[in-house]
C-alpha cells in the first residue's frame, strides 16, 4: 500500500533509494482513477522503490515546496532529490519504466 507522507515523514521517507509520490486530493476526479494505479505500483515495487501519496488538501507546504500547481502530479525522486515531475493521469507501465530507469 502507497505510503501517506506527511510534512513529519517526507523528508525521511523519499531520503534513500528511489521514491514516486503521488500528490492528490480527495475531491479531484482524476486522482480517484490514479489511486488504484499507485496502489498497484506500490505492491509490485515493494523493496525496490519506495511509492507514497501526499493530500494537498492536508499538506499544502510540501506541494508548495515542489511546485505542484495541478493533481495528480506525480515526483519520482531518488535519494531525496526530485529527478523527474509528471502531471495528469499516469498508465502504471509508464510509471513503473521511469522507476526502473533510476534504480
Not at 502507497?2 to 486530493?25: H, M, P, Q, R, Y
Not at 486522482?31 to 505500483?41: D, F, N, R, T
Not at 519506495?50 to 488538501?57: I, L
Request: with cysteine.
Amino acid at each position: 500500500m502507497a505510503v501517506a507522507l506527511t510534512k513529519d515523514n517526507f523528508k525521511e521517507s523519499i531520503a534513500s533509494g528511489v521514491s514516486v509520490v503521488d500528490f492528490w486530493a480527495p475531491w479531484c476526479g482524476p486522482c480517484k482513477m490514479q489511486l488504484p494505479i499507485v496502489e498497484e505500483l506500490s505492491a509490485e515495487m515493494e523493496g525496490q522503490a519506495v511509492v507514497a501519496k501526499v493530500n494537498v488538501d492536508e499538506e499544502p507546504e510540501i506541494a508548495s515546496q515542489f511546485g505542484v500547481m495541478s493533481i495528480p502530479t506525480l515526483i519520482l525522486f531518488k535519494d531525496g532529490q526530485p529527478v523527474d515531475k509528471m502531471v495528469g493521469l499516469q498508465s502504471k507501465d509508464s510509471l513503473k519504466n521511469k522507476i526502473l530507469g533510476q534504480i
